[in-house]
C-alpha cells in the first residue's frame, strides 16, 4: 500500500484509510464482533495503516471495537477519533448536542483512551465545531493533552476556512476531515484552498456517497429504518432516481479502465491532491480489496477532464442532511 503524509505534519498513513463507523453504528445493525475484528486485522494485513472511529459511534461500542482488534498490532496503525458530543451513560443525550468545552475534551480523551488500549491517541478530531465554545479554547485543551503524551495531532471535522485558521494558529492541525466525493464538492471552493495554504492534510469521509457511488443502490432499494440514509434527503427513491446519472457516468470511465465504480469515485479523489486520504468504510472483506484496488487505477488528465465535464452537467438531487444537522457543518 502506498502511502500519504498528511499536509506538513508529518503523519505518515496508507494511501487509503477505513473508516469503521459502518460495523457498529449507523447503517443498521452493527455487525458481528469477531468478524469485524477479523476484518480489521485483514486490513492491517492488506497495508492500511489508517483507522477512523469516535466516542459518539456506538456509542462507545466503535472505539472497544478497534481497542480489541488493533492493540495487538498498534506498533503498525494510526488510530483517529472523536469529541464534541455530549454522550450520556445510555447513549447520545439529545439530538446530537454539542459539548467541546475544554473538561469536556480532556473527560473523552482519557475514555478513549482506555476503550482503545492506546497510551497516546494519534489523531484527535473535533467532531463538529461548538457555537458555544471559542475554537481557541479547544484547540488550547488539545494542545496541552499533546503536551501531557496523551495526543499526538489534533484534527477538525466539517469546520469552515475561517475556523480551520484560528484553530491552526493556536494549535496545528493536522488534517481536516470532511465529507467530499464526486456527489459532494462542496470543500473545493474555500476548504481546499486553505488546506493547501496552511499545510493541512484533508481525509474526505463518505468518499463514496454513503454506498451510492459502488453502483450497489438505486431508486428501488429498500433501506431499514434502522439505516441513517433513510433519514437523508439524498436517499429518498426520487433523489436515488435523478443522481443515477453520477453512477452511470462512474460506470462508464470503469469499463474504460477495467475497474469498478467505486475505484473509479476513490481513484477521483485520490487524484486531485497528494495529501487527501479517503476513508471508506465497509464490513465486508471483498468491498475492504476492492477498495484498496482503487489505489492501483490511475486516471489521466483526459479522464479527470472527461469525469469533471461529464459530472458538471448532472443535477444532483436532495441535500446531504436534514436540516438539524446540516446546521452542524461548514462552520
Known amino acids: 500500500m502506498q502511502k500519504r503524509t498528511l499536509g506538513s505534519s508529518g503523519l505518515k498513513v496508507s494511501a487509503l484509510g ?7 453504528f449507523a447503517y443498521g445493525p452493527p455487525g458481528d464482533k469477531q468478524e ?16 477512523d472511529t469516535a466516542e459518539v459511534y456506538g456509542p462507545f461500542t466503535n472505539e472497544e471495537l478497534l481497542g480489541a482488534a488493533l492493540s495487538p498490532v498498534r506498533d503498525r496503525v494510526v488510530i483517529a477519533t472523536k469529541f464534541g458530543f455530549k ?5 447520545a443525550s439529545g439530538p446530537m448536542a454539542l459539548d ?41 485543551a488539545v494542545k496541552k493533552l499533546i503536551g501531557e503524551g496523551k495526543v499526538k495531532h489534533f484534527g477538525l471535522s466539517e469546520a469552515g476556512a475561517q475556523t480551520i485558521r484560528r ?7 493536522t488534517a481536516v476531515q470532511s465529507e467530499y466525493s464526486l456527489w459532494w464538492r462542496a470543500p473545493e ?57 453520477l453512477v452511470d457516468l462512474l460506470r ?6 477495467s475497474a469498478t465504480p467505486a475505484q473509479i469515485a476513490l481513484a477521483w479523489l485520490l487524484s486531485q491532491k497528494p495529501w487527501i486520504v479517503p476513508i471508506p468504510g ?40 436534514p436540516e438539524a444537522l446540516e446546521r452542524m457543518t461548514g462552520r
Open 18 to 24: 477505513l473508516g469503521c463507523m459502518g460495523m457498529s
Open 282 to 321: 465497509t464490513t465486508k472483506l471483498a468491498r475492504l480489496e476492492e477498495n484498496i484496488g482503487a489505489v492501483a487505477v490511475e486516471l489521466t488528465a483526459e479522464d479527470l477532464r472527461d469525469i469533471d465535464s461529464a459530472a458538471a452537467m448532472i443535477n444532483l438531487q436532495g441535500a446531504r442532511y
Open 189 to 245: 471552493a474555500h476548504v481546499l484552498p486553505t488546506l493547501e495554504e496552511l499545510g493541512i492534510g484533508f481525509v474526505p469521509y463518505s468518499p463514496l456517497g454513503r454506498g451510492f457511488l459502488t453502483g450497489k443502490i438505486n431508486e428501488d432499494t429498500t433501506l431499514a429504518s434502522t439505516d441513517f440514509r433513510s433519514s437523508l434527503p439524498r436517499f429518498t427513491p426520487e433523489a436515488r432516481k435523478a443522481n443515477q446519472a
Open 87 to 91: 454522550v450520556g451513560a445510555s447513549g
Open 100 to 140: 467541546s468545552r475544554p473538561e469536556h475534551i480532556r473527560e473523552v480523551a482519557e475514555a478513549s483512551l482506555k476503550r482503545l488500549k492506546i497510551d497516546v491517541i494519534d489523531l484527535f478530531y473535533q467532531h463538529r465545531v461548538d457555537p458555544d465554545v471559542p475554537i481557541e479554547e479547544v484547540a488550547g
Open 252 to 257: 462508464n470511465i470503469a469499463e474504460r479502465k
Open 167 to 173: 484553530a491552526h494558529a493556536t494549535q496545528p492541525v
Open 36 to 51: 469485524m475484528i477479523s476484518l480489521l486485522r485483514s486490513a492491517v494485513d492488506h497495508g492500511i495503516t489508517f483507522f
